[in-house]
């Protein structure tokens, strides 16, 4: 029955039979259209969510592991499911100055599980970085402000986007900087230091080179690489 039908019925239905018996078969119009509705292409519906923050006494009870400190966790849902982005740094002495009592080492580890069951989850990618510096100054950290969970190409999965800097050397050496998006087993990366910018007055700034993955220059990457080099900004400026 077309719509125009359905209401000539419900007319009808008000002229013999009155407003209870009308309004229980408009009811019913408007709920099966509803179902219809709801019950259509769900994953092309389907978006990334608003990430929510987890805590360690959260992952512990979920049983994902942390290597080091926790930087920070997020947890999200797309079409694949729950999953938990889990951001950890490590310091200690370099492998080849063990007993120098002094930290000269820095790992960075992102990982991405996805929900397989209640306390079971599948660690489906890891970023895993490292500054080794023995006898300089060493630092590495997540920008943790500027992680991202995205849907560019509106296929329900969540791109993640880390951005982080590692540092070796005296002082004034720009650190390095970089900016990393997955999605499953696809990588984009970009590289490079940072913009130095000394609170000296007269003193120009230094640095700044970034290199990006050459997958980020072809026409069809547009989204990725405006969406990345917009975090890189973000991220990539150093008052010293």
């Known amino acids: 029955m077309t719509l125009m039908a359905q209401f000539s019925r419900t007319s009808q239905l008000l002229y013999e039979k009155g407003a209870c018996s009308a309004l ?11 179902m219809l509705w709801s019950t259509g292409d769900s994953k092309a519906q389907a978006g990334v969510g608003k990430p929510h923050g ?42 080849s100055a063990p007993h120098s009592g002094r930290i000269e080492r820095v790992d960075l580890r992102a990982d991405f599980y996805r929900r397989l069951s209640p306390g079971q989850w599948q660690r489906e990618w890891t970023i895993r970085d490292m500054s080794d510096c023995p006898g300089l100054d060493v630092d590495g950290e ?5 992680v991202r969970f995205t849907d560019l190409n509106k296929d329900g ?40 910018q000394p609170r000296q007055p007269g003193v120009e700034a230094f640095g700044g ?32």
């Open 24 to 34: 229980a078969y408009l009811t019913h119009i408007v709920v099966g259209a509803c």
């Open 54 to 95: 987890v805590h360690a006494k959260q992952l512990a009870a979920e049983r994902i592991p942390i290597e080091g400190r926790l930087a920070a966790a997020f947890r999200i849902a797309d079409r694949d499911g729950e999953h938990i982005l889990v951001l950890s740094r490590k310091s200690g002495a370099s492998p």
């Open 142 to 146: 997540f920008f943790t402000a500027q």
């Open 157 to 196: 999965k969540a791109e993640v986007t880390v951005p982080y800097s590692l540092y070796c050397g005296g002082g004034v050496d720009p650190s390095t900087i970089k900016v990393i998006l997955r999605e499953g087993a696809t990588k984009l990366a970009i590289r490079g230091a940072s913009l130095v």
């Open 209 to 240: 080179e970034r290199k990006l993955d050459a997958a980020l220059n072809k026409p069809e990457a547009a989204l990725y690489r405006q969406h990345m080099t917009a975090i890189w900004d973000q991220v990539a400026v150093e008052k010293r």
